[in-house]
Every structure is written in structure tokens, then in C-alpha cells.
């Protein structure tokens, strides 16, 4: 095994000592298959990744973020940033309430605009008027009240 490592790094180093001369061709042309073969793979590797970027469909860009400040009805200022995919596919909102920021994706609504995790917080936007609900301790909705887009 000891004779195989070596003869693998000779050739690799370009020397031919002596009784190796014989081997060379054989090892060194086996060597240079293994890395045309290497050289193969990753070239296909990256002409399948840049036919995926490329020649496929480009990812959707995200539109949209401009700052919305509303005035809620316990005093609370609520920033919004309502953002979209391009292609029209999501639509989601980034809010900063005095408590901490959620993200939350549009649902299906038949009036407005609803923007909810199911899990804690309802964004549901009317003109420019919002509904805001959260769970309380219980895993009950609480209604938080209204806001309004400040002026």
C-alpha cells in the first residue's frame, strides 16, 4: 500500500525514479483520466446551475416597502410596510409595533386586505382604516381596535 501512495505522488510530482519509468505511462494516464473525468463533472455541475439562472425563470423581485404610519386608538403608532413578489404570487406586510416587528403573509379576504400568522396577530386593512387582533393568554382573539393612517 506504502508503494502505491508513492508511485501515485511521484507521478503526481512529475518524477520518474528509476523503476517506476515503466508505470508512469500506465498510472499518469489513468491519473489524468480521473481529472479530465473531475473536470467533466464540474463543468456539467455548472452548466446545470447556470441554465437553472439563467435559462430558467429568474427568481421573483420584491416590490414595494415604502413606510405607512398609522395612529391606533390606545395611542400606539404602528409602522407598516407592505411588500409584494413581482410575478403577484405574495403579498405580505412588515409592521413595528412599540412591542416588537412580525411579518405576516396575505390571506384570502372578501373585504380589505388580511394579513395574519393564525398564530398570534390579524392585520386587516380597509381603506385606510386597520383592524388589529392578537391572542391573549387564554388562545382567545382580543380585538385591539382600530387605526387609522396618521396625516
Not at 501512495?5 to 508512469?24: K, T
Request: charged fraction near 25%; proline fraction near 5%; aromatic fraction near 8%.
Amino acid at each position: 500500500m506504502r508503494g502505491a501512495v508513492y508511485r501515485v505522488s511521484v507521478v503526481l510530482a512529475g518524477r520518474c525514479p528509476g523503476s517506476l519509468c515503466a508505470q508512469r505511462n500506465r498510472e499518469g494516464t489513468h491519473l489524468k483520466v480521473k481529472k479530465i473525468g473531475l473536470v467533466l463533472i464540474l463543468a456539467l455541475i455548472g452548466l446545470a446551475l447556470f441554465r437553472v439562472t439563467v435559462g430558467g425563470e429568474a427568481p421573483p423581485t420584491v416590490t414595494g416597502g415604502d413606510p405607512v404610519a398609522y395612529r391606533c386608538d390606545n395611542g400606539d403608532r404602528v409602522v407598516a410596510r407592505y411588500y409584494g413578489l413581482a410575478d403577484g404570487s405574495l403579498h405580505f406586510v412588515r409592521l413595528s409595533f412599540p412591542g416588537g416587528e412580525y411579518t405576516l403573509p396575505q390571506l384570502l379576504s372578501a373585504s380589505g386586505a388580511r394579513y395574519s400568522d393564525e398564530a398570534r396577530l390579524v392585520w386587516w386593512v380597509k381603506g385606510d382604516e386597520v383592524r388589529v387582533e392578537s391572542r391573549d393568554e387564554e388562545g382567545e382573539w382580543r380585538d385591539w381596535g382600530s387605526c387609522r393612517v396618521e396625516p
